[in-house]
T-cell receptor, first 112, second 117 residues
Framework: AQKVTQAQTEISVVEKEDVTLDCVYE???????LFWYKQPPSGELVFLIR??????QNEISGRYSWNFQKSTSSFNFTITASQVVDSAVYFC?????????FGTGTSLTVIP | EAGVAQSPRYKIIEKRQSVAFWCNPI?????LYWYQQILGQGPKLLIQ????????DSQLPKDRFSAERLKGVDSTLKIQPAKLEDSAVYLC???????????????FGEGSRLTVL
């Protein structure tokens, strides 16, 4: 069965702290895709990153970085030097076959 | 490039009434999804279209929900009759061609927020 688990329901950090959002996935497919989306208070889901199952290279984009480890079926997301604008709900998602599965999300609050 | 358009943004109805939501995906996107997002939860897939055909509607409560994408472009999601537990945000998303192997990101609309009283 396909499944995405985001164990952290809510996280609060003080501005400029680093924070890591965890994502663990389950799939028996050998080809799959992992995504992170941000959902700010406005409600629209904003795409952040896509990774395919054959590319385990970590990625950095500005203050954002992603760590993909197939051995632990994890795709964690780190925000360095967090800012108030990072406050949002973050969703990890798994795309496989013809389906797209979302985790339950992690609500991040960055306190000024 | 225009994004995914949805309307209405907000709708308040009483239980047992009906409601319809409309979605216009990004031009050229063959795959269209409707998701239901209840407050505090992740989006739950209701139905997936590939052009004008249904790929997956296994989680659509077919006794009250229906959806169509007649010409393979716009789509409509209807609820009749609505129940209190249908209060949620209904998100439409599209992607170029998921089934053909283009596993790009899903582009989402702003959602339609339904409140059932």
């Amino acid at each position: 069965a396909q499944k995405v688990t985001q164990a952290q329901t809510e996280i609060s950090v003080v501005e400029k702290e680093d924070v890591t959002l965890d994502c663990v996935y389950e799939t028996r497919d050998t080809t799959y895709y992992l995504f992170w989306y941000k959902q700010p208070p406005s409600g629209e889901l904003v795409f952040l990153i896509r990774r395919n199952s054959f590319d385990e290279q970590n990625e950095i984009s500005g203050r954002y970085s992603w760590n993909f480890q197939k051995s632990t079926s994890s795709f964690n997301f780190t925000i360095t030097a967090s800012q108030v604008v990072d406050s949002a709900v973050y969703f990890c998602a798994l795309g496989t076959g013809n389906q797209f599965y979302f985790g339950t999300g992690t609500s991040l609050t960055v306190i000024p | 490039e225009a994004g995914v358009a949805q309307s209405p943004r907000y709708k308040i109805i009483e239980k047992r009434q009906s409601v319809a939501f409309w979605c216009n995906p990004i031009s050229g996107h063959a795959t269209l999804y409707w998701y239901q997002q209840i407050l505090g939860q992740g989006p739950k897939l209701l139905i997936q279209f590939q052009n004008n055909g249904v790929v997956d509607d296994s989680q659509l409560p077919k006794d009250r929900f229906s959806a169509e994408r007649l010409k393979g472009v716009d789509s409509t999601l209807k609820i009749q009759p609505a129940k209190l537990e249908d209060s949620a945000v209904y998100l439409c998303a599209s992607t170029q061609n998921w089934l053909a192997g283009d596993h790009g990101e899903l582009f989402f609309g702003e959602g339609s927020r339904l409140t059932v009283l």
